[in-house]
Each structure stands twice: as C-alpha cells, then as structure tokens.
C-alpha cells in the first residue's frame, strides 16, 4: 500500500532518488510496519510500477504452485 502524506513547503524538500526540489514524503507499508519516503511524483509512479511488476510476477508464482 502506498499512501500520499501532504507536505507543505514542497520547495524544502529533495526527491532521495533523484534530487528533484519537488518531493513530498510518502509512507509505504502495512499497519505493522511503515516507511517514510521523500521522493517526488515521478519517482513515485516509477515505484508504483515496480511494486505492480512484483505483484504480477508473485501471483504467477502462486499460481504455478
């Protein structure tokens, strides 16, 4: 789950991926454990599309076994 926490001086702070002077920061995970992230939209699409590859490849495992 990838969930969009607001930030209000965006200018303040850089993308932790590729520097960008856009970033907002970001929690990643479960409500056992979370992450903060600060990156910017399109460091945030980009891991939003791995995490779909991952989830793909994952239910194709599950459905070989």
């Known amino acids: 789950m990838i969930q ?3 930030v209000i001086d965006k ?3 850089e ?4 520097g960008a002077k856009e970033a907002v920061h970001i929690l ?3 409500e056992r454990r979370l992450n903060s ?5 399109n460091c945030i699409n980009e891991l ?3 995490v779909d590859e991952i ?11």
């Open 55 to 65: 989830a793909l490849i994952q239910k194709n495992i599950e459905k070989e076994l």
């Open 37 to 41: 992230l600060r990156l910017c939209r």
């Open 48 to 50: 939003k599309n791995k």
């Open 28 to 30: 990643i995970g479960d």
């Open 4 to 6: 969009v926490k607001p």
């Open 15 to 18: 993308c932790a991926s590729c």
């Open 11 to 13: 200018n303040y702070l």
